[in-house]
């Protein structure tokens, strides 16, 4: 194999590699638990078997007569496919359905679901009816922090008599209605009614369907006044806490408190108890021993850290920095890095700005500036900028700045002459007499830098 190709492989392996590497592994599960039923992620504090969850509430039944197995809410048959430790319990719920023929109606359902502890998300669902002679209403139990259960009741209607006018994407009463639920929904009941019993409509709307269902998996289309009869669960999310105290009344009661090291207690905005969560900086699961860990944010390859350059990880968090002959935060929103420029450069440089916004006199001495040899100090600063040019060629030659210099002295001297200055003067400036400006050759490119290094005198004669 060749040296090239060769080289190719080393690097592609070593990139995966470090991916492999930084993708670091967090803890989901106790410690000789299960962590996994099918497709399905259990993390504590859910558990498969005794011992593996927080309380029997966050049991988990993994019905192994299914191939993958499924997932179940205790001992219900409550569907899970998702569990999330934001708090998320995704789960599979049966759809209400009221369908007719030209004897009359067919067959009807009216699905309940009790969630005990569990609380329907408010803000990931929404109660949807769908069919042109339809009216749903969803009956519960709402419960709110601080009072007692309370019936719930919403109503939604949707109605209409030809497909011509039955939009696709919207879902606004037209073959279609939709509304929000209330926050602390535990159970519910959904029931269909029909006004007609879809007389006249039974040719493209024989059924009425009312369901919940996670919003961003809902997007209507008139074809869904059909197709859903072979359907019978949609997904719908619902919110878990711990226990049903506030993370407040927790810390006053000196109650356990599930959130473990670099974890916090926050509650949640649906329902009553507290969650956990990992501090920034740290990964992982917040109701385990030691299982929030820190995140190297610098090789983690999911991360996006905010260096330019230097990247260095800490416990909780990470600094940047700029490499040597740099400076500045080496933030992407900050200041970035910028390469030092000599201290030559970087005092000529500040000269000019000082020069443009008229501050020059505030940065000099006394002793070496007064009203009337200002003009004279700007000039020599002039001189001083033209010097340090990017491009040679608009750099002037050591004896045209000579010359400009021995100008200046002589305005100064005589300052009623506009006399050019004498060239032998000038050219004895350039012998080894001079003690005016002296110039130092700077490592650049092939172009080649040099700089004024430095002033030595504004005055003074031969």
Known sequence: ??????????????????????????????AGCQDRCGNVTIPYPFGLTDDCYYDAEFLITCNHTFNPPKAYITASTINVTEITLEGKLHIEQYIAKDCYNESGRARRNSPYLMLGKFIISDADNIFVSIGCDTVAT???????????KTVYQVGCT???????????????????????LAKGVNSINVTITSQKNHTGILGFSPCSYAFIIEEKKFNFSKSKLWDLE????????????????SCAEVKKSGMYNACQGNSTCYDPDNGNGYRCRCLDGYRGNPYLPNGCLDIDECTDATINHNCTHICTNSEGNYTCSCPKGYHGDGEKNGDGCIRRQSLV??????????????RLIHILQDCMVNQDNMRQVKEVANIAKKCIRIRGEERPSMKEV????????????????????????????????????GFEEMASTSAGYHSLQLIHSLGGGR
């Open 1 to 30: 194999m060749r040296a090239p190709e060769m080289l190719f492989q080393f690097t592609l392996v070593a990139a995966l590699l470090a991916a492999t590497l930084s993708a670091q592994e967090f803890p989901i599960a106790k």
């Open 138 to 148: 969803l009956n519960g139990n709402l419960e709110a922090a601080g009072l007692n």
């Open 158 to 180: 949707s109605l209409c008599d030809s497909l011509k006018y039955v939009p696709n994407d919207t879902c606004s009463g037209i073959g279609c209605c939709r509304t929000s």
């Open 230 to 245: 072979n359907v019978d669960k949609l997904p719908m999310v619902v919110d878990w806490s711990i226990g049903n105290n």
């Open 345 to 358: 450069i970087q005092i000529v440089v500040d000269l000019s700005c000082d020069i443009k916004e008229d």
């Open 402 to 437: 000579a010359m400009e210099l021995e100008g200046i002295r002589t305005s100064a001297k005589h300052p009623w002459t506009n006399d050019e200055p004498n060239v032998e003067e000038t050219e004895y400036l350039l012998g080894k007499s001079m003690e005016i400006v």
